[in-house]
């Protein structure tokens, strides 16, 4: 039996993070899920953004499936999710982009994965005014976390037949910081003979991505970057609704969809469930359980195909518990 830390989230949150459990527990699998949550909701009720028992749940259980949480302005916080991510070193955030049959995209053939760094650079927190008169923000590059990263993107292209890695970067602008990111990237790329490196400056990428992203298998780049990159690619498959993401660490994985709590549609039940639900899948390959997650994504590609049960974002009318359901009847009927 695995023991799962489940944080529904904020806005619709609890709808898509209530989809995958039910997808989950359809494959069988024998899960006793910890639910605890965090965020917006919580603050309003409790006066605290992140109770004491989301801490002690994820550091027992050490696997987190999350919804989107939302940080209120002036709570003292600047992000929980960067929080998190920061306090459990999950370095990796990686962000697996694939077009499937049946969504409407100018692209047929997009399958990468995105490698974000998930620790440092802009997202250091560190940031202040200056003289009355303008603000900075202090960006960490170090090449502990550097190499980690890079060397996580070129481990996964290895076992996973991918010919081809892309260093994005703008280290012909910030010397130091990019520059040692690159030079990182350069030296892993050694033990790696049999894989591409592809240096791409980061506006080039964007460019590159729109015009061809087949060109590209596993992207790694920093922080913010990735930040950006991850959704400019969701755009390329059909969007946010459709992206699922693992923030990962030695010991500890956190899995969670790229969008956020998308307000403007939360409580409607109109929410795309899917990148949750494949989060939830990356999450059962953690776990080892490659057969059940398999079922999981083939069963959502099937629905994407068949098109009957989809949702608005994808150009259907159906609810997020009809797709819900319309993906568990598709495998349990194999
Ligand atoms: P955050 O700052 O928390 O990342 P955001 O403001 O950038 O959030 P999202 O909350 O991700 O953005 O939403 C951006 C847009 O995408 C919204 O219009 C939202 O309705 C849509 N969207 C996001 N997720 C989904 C989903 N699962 N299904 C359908 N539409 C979605």
Known sequence: MYNITLIPGDGIGPEVI???????????????????NAGEDVYRQRGVLVPHEVYTSIEKNRVVLKGPITTPIGCGFRSINVLLRKKYELFANVRPVKKMMGVDTPFEDVDLVIFRENTEGLYSGIERNKD??????IKIITK???LRIIEAAFKYAKENNRKKVALVHKANIMKLTDGLFLNCAREVSKNYPDIELQEVIVDNMCMQLVMNPSKYEVIVT???YGDILSDLCAGLVGGLGLVPGGNIGKEMAVFEAVHGSAPDIAGKDLANPIAVILSGAMMLKYLGEIGKANLIIDA?????????YVT????GSSSTTDMTDAIIENFTLK
Not at 18 to 36: L, P
Not at 300 to 308: A, C, D, L, N, P
């Open 144 to 146: 502990k976390a550097s």
């Open 300 to 308: 959502v590609e099937k629905t994407i195909k068949e098109g009957k």
């Open 18 to 36: 209530n989809s995958a459990k039910k997808v989950i527990e359809a494959t069988g699998i024998n899960v006793k899920w910890d639910i605890v």
């Open 132 to 137: 009355n008169d303008g603000a900075e923000a």
């Open 312 to 315: 608005k974002d994808l150009g």
């Open 222 to 224: 920093t922080n913010l």
